[in-house]
């Protein structure tokens, strides 16, 4: 009866600890792929896609740190600083041009005029144009460096960790070399595509891409978003920045009609405005804004 006893003793224990490294592995472990982080401290991450029109600008903020993607066209920085005051911002911890494109960084010299920034991110080509002569000479008159992170390479705004995906050298087509980032903000994900081809996307196919949003590549045009890549992000929420009535005819009708197809559900600036994500790294809601950061001029 003893012996019958301790056996069973044995396996109760033995289950105990069978239940201790599940448990761990589960929501402790950093090499579980069924890991699970927890929000402990209530905090939110809030990200808004600005209205800049026909480009991109985004804004992260986190437990007091801020990050900026893009600056739209040159025509909106003075709105944008305008409102980033109106928030009251005093500085930024990352400010991010994807790419060369006047539609990308064309407001960022009146950010770097008005705000500290302690890391400004460009990829590392000089496209000889006048938009980027005048922000070189800004950085320059700031003494702001202009680095160029390396691919995987990672930084955090607050506790949403940011890793680079993808960043390119290719002189004759700035849009290849798009900053991709995909930001983790305990169990949500989102994907911002900057102006990223097909090509830079069959580039990512090997990485863990997959997202609960995608910031939609090249404002939506039919370059890129291939099905092979939004299949593999399948993202719940595509945002594409985009100007109404633009002249190149974006969103692309055959991009929407993808999205559709994978059950997404799509915002858009032309329509919404300003779209206002908050996450609390398990739920994601969105509202829209009536920001005033539209300088109105359509590249």
């Known amino acids: 009866m003893k012996k019958k ?12 600890i069978l239940l201790g490294v599940f448990f761990y592995q589960t929501f402790f472990s950093p090499d579980s792929s069924t890991q699970k982080r927890v929000n402990l401290d209530g905090d939110k991450l809030e990200v808004t896609f600005l209205d ?35 928030l009251s911002l005093s500085s930024f911890q990352y400010v991010i041009g994807t790419h060369a494109h006047e539609d990308h960084i064309g407001g960022l010299p009146s950010v ?15 496209p000889e144009t006048q938009i980027y002569d005048v922000l070189f000479n800004a950085a320059s008159q700031m003494d702001l460096d202009i680095e160029t992170p390396s691919i995987d ?18 002189k004759t087509d700035l849009n290849q ?15 911002f595509m900057g102006d990223a081809p ?11 891409i997959k997202s609960d949003v995608l910031k939609v590549g090249h404002h939506g045009s039919q370059y890129s978003t291939s099905a092979h890549f939004l299949y ?36 858009r600036t032309d329509i919404s405005g300003s779209i206002h994500l908050v996450s609390d790294g398990e739920n994601l809601t969105f509202d829209f804004l009536d920001t005033d950061t539209n300088g109105g001029e359509d590249s």
């Open 232 to 267: 593999q992000v399948h993202p719940a929420y595509a945002v594409i920045s985009v100007g109404e009535g633009n002249t190149y005819g974006h969103p692309k009708d055959v991009i929407l009609e993808k999205l559709e197809r994978i059950g997404c559900t799509t915002y």
């Open 153 to 170: 390479s990672t930084f955090t705004v607050g506790d949403a960790k940011i890793q680079v995906l993808w960043v390119g050298d290719d």
């Open 112 to 126: 770097i005029y008005h705000f500290p920034i302690e890391h400004f991110y460009l990829p590392n080509v000089d």
């Open 52 to 86: 800049v029109g026909q480009a991109d600008s985004i804004l992260i903020q986190n437990k007091g740190e801020t990050a900026l993607i893009d600056g739209g066209n040159r025509a909106d920085g003075d709105k944008l600083v305008s409102y980033f005051q109106s």
């Open 177 to 191: 070399n798009s900053i991709v980032l995909l930001l983790e903000y305990y169990n949500n994900r989102i994907l």
């Open 198 to 208: 097909q090509e830079v996307e069959k580039e990512l196919l090997s990485k863990d």
């Open 5 to 16: 006893y301790r056996n069973v003793q044995k396996l109760f224990y033995a289950v105990l």
